[in-house]
């Protein structure tokens, strides 16, 4: 069965501190992962995905087969961050996506 | 360029209502999907459409809900005989822009009274 899992619900970190966002996964086969992030008022807009290796905002994600993780991390947290973030996964040719249950991160100031 | 808007952005629907949702991409995509998202939940597949062909409705959570789109472009999701569990922000996304990369639009709330 395909799912995602983020153990925490609620993220607070102070600005300037790093910041990781958990995000384990259970899939057979070779997914494809994902973070997508919504901003307060905004839709849910994609962050990053894995195959493209890229930095967005400062965040990265590196896929982690034998852990079967995506953990998003970011080494300096800004106030602009505070949203909802998801962790999802797109497997095989049903291209639907399985999204975890979010991370609300907040970054104090 | 890439976009997809819904309405009614707000529902307020009596449980027993019949409810009819609206997603409107603004150019054409060959791929559409419907979530349903609860309150503090991640959202949740309910039925994909590659142009007119309903390719995939396994997460339909009971024969209340029924989408269409018949001519491959505006997709209705309908919810008969609304029930109170059937409260939820109702998303719809478009793609792919990428492979497998779906555009979100900002979602229905439905509120089942």
């Known amino acids: 069965a395909q799912r995602v899992t983020q153990p925490e619900k609620l993220l607070s970190v102070f600005k300037g501190a790093p910041v990781e966002l958990k995000c384990n996964y259970s899939?057979?086969?070779?997914?494809?992962l994902f973070w997508y992030v919504q901003y307060s008022r905004q839709r849910l807009q994609l962050l990053l995905r894995?195959?493209s290796r890229e930095s967005i905002k400062g965040f990265t994600a590196d896929l982690n087969k034998g852990e079967t993780s995506f953990h998003l991390k970011k080494p300096f947290a800004q106030e602009e961050d505070s949203a909802m973030y998801y962790c999802?996964?797109?497997?095989?040719?049903?291209?639907?996506?399985?999204f975890g249950q979010g991370t609300r991160l907040t970054i104090n100031p | 360029g890439a976009g997809v808007s819904q309405s009614p952005r707000y529902k307020v629907a009596k449980r027993g209502q019949d409810v009819a949702l609206r997603c409107d991409p603004i150019s054409g995509h060959v791929s559409l999907f419907w979530y349903q998202q609860a309150l503090g939940q991640g959202p949740e597949f309910l039925t994909y459409?590659?142009?007119?062909?309903?390719?995939?409705k396994s997460g339909l959570p009971s024969d209340r809900f029924f989408a269409e789109r018949p001519e491959g472009s505006v997709s209705t999701l309908k919810i008969q005989r609304t029930q109170q569990e059937d409260s939820a922000v109702y998303l719809c996304a478009i793609g792919p822009l990428l492979p497998n990369e779906q555009y979100f639009g900002p979602g229905t709330r439905l509120t089942v009274t």
């Open positions: 999802a996964l797109s497997g095989g040719g049903a291209q639907k996506l399985v």
């Open positions: 459409f590659q142009n007119e062909a309903q390719l995939d």
């Open positions: 899939y057979s086969g070779s997914p494809e």
């Open positions: 894995h195959i």
